[in-house]
Nanobody, 122 residues
Framework: QVQLVESGGGLVQAGGSLRLSCAAS????????MAWFRQGPGKEREFVAT????????VYADSVRGRFTVSTDNAKNTAYLQMNSLKPEDTAVYFC???????????????WGQGTQVTVSS
């Protein structure tokens, strides 16, 4: 099993920035990709970004491309999501996920964190 713990959420004004962290522990050798998803109020969970932890390949949702950057620090088994130019519509609970494919669907990732709240005020 892989355990994931997110941190870094909070309240920020529109146009501001936040950096989320996701610390992984456990059987991390089973983990080839780390991803971020989000679930806004009354919405389904949606894909945000994903990264291959060894090669660095990334995929972004259209809604965040150019504003968000996903990265990893493999020595720390930690993934990051740098979020710039935040908009009120970015308000959501952000979840970290880990898996073995560079996918954009929930079912591509067997391991999930508990989530961290991001609120963007207008």
């Amino acid at each position: 099993q892989v355990q994931l713990v997110e941190s870094g959420g909070g309240l920020v004004q529109a146009g501001g920035s936040l950096r989320l962290s996701c610390a992984a522990s456990g059987r991390t050798f089973n983990m080839y990709t780390m991803a971020w998803f989000r679930q806004g109020p009354g919405k389904e969970r949606e894909f945000v970004a994903t990264i291959n932890v060894s090669g660095g390949s990334t995929v972004y949702a259209d809604s965040v491309r150019g504003r968000f950057t996903v990265s990893t620090d493999n020595a720390k088994n930690t993934a990051y999501l740098q979020m710039n130019s935040l908009k009120p519509e970015d308000t959501a609970v952000y979840f970290c996920a880990a898996g073995q494919v560079l996918g954009v669907m929930n079912y591509d990732y067997p391991f999930w964190g508990q989530g961290t709240q991001v609120t963007v005020s207008s």
